[in-house]
Each structure stands twice: as C-alpha cells, then as structure tokens.
C-alpha cells in the first residue's frame, strides 16, 4: 500500500502560478509512476500531468499543457507541480496518484487539495 500526501494548494488570481507537491510512503518509490488529476464542481475527473519511473517521461493533459510543469524529486519519492499562467477553469480540487509500473490504472489517491483562481 502507498499513502500519498498533497501540500501547496491555495487561492491564486487569474494569470498567477502556484506548485503542488506530492510524497508518497509505503513501498519503493523507484517502482511506481505518480501523478496529478483534478475534479472541478460538477464536472468528471480529469487527467493533469503523469510522471513515470526515473523521472524522464512526462505526460500532460491537453488543457495544461505548455502552462503546467511536472518534476519528480531525486529521492523519487516526491513529485511538484508547477502551474503557470492559470485560469478560472483550473479551479479544481487536485489529487495526487500513484500506480504500479506498467499498470493502466491509478490506484493510489491521495485526500485532495483546492485549488481556487480567482478572476
């Protein structure tokens, strides 16, 4: 079992920039790939930003993408999220994930944290 633990969110004006971060505990964290989704009020669970093993193969949502910025940390353990030039349609809860390599499916979530742009 992984236990994954969000910190950073906030309120942020239109345009501004805030970072995520995310440490994950419980197995080795080498072994598995983390990530961002997000789920705004009344609307699905969306796909932000993955980050696979060894930190080399980042991958994006398309409405992120070229705004959103994801980084794993040396200790493999703890991925960031930095997110620029941001929009009132960003305003979501964000939730951190993890999952086995090479397993389709996220199935370690962490609690959630806001995150509110206010225009």
């Known amino acids: 079992q992984v236990q994954m633990v969000e910190s950073g969110g906030g309120l942020v004006q239109v345009g501004g920039s805030l970072s995520l971060s995310c440490a994950a505990s419980g197995r080795t964290a080498m072994y598995y790939a983390m990530g961002w989704f997000r789920q705004a009020p009344g609307k699905e669970r969306e796909f932000v930003a993955g980050?696979?093993?060894?930190?080399?193969?980042?991958r994006y949502g398309d409405s992120v993408k070229g705004r959103f910025t994801i980084s794993r940390a040396s200790a493999k353990n703890t991925i960031h999220l930095r997110m620029s030039s941001l929009k009132p349609e960003d305003t979501a809860v964000y939730y951190c994930?993890?999952?086995?390599?090479?397993?389709?499916?996220?199935?370690?979530w962490g609690q959630g944290t806001q995150v509110t742009v206010s225009s």
């Open positions: 980050i696979y093993t060894g930190g080399g193969d980042a």
């Open positions: 994930v993890g999952k086995p390599a090479g397993n389709a499916e996220w199935i370690w």
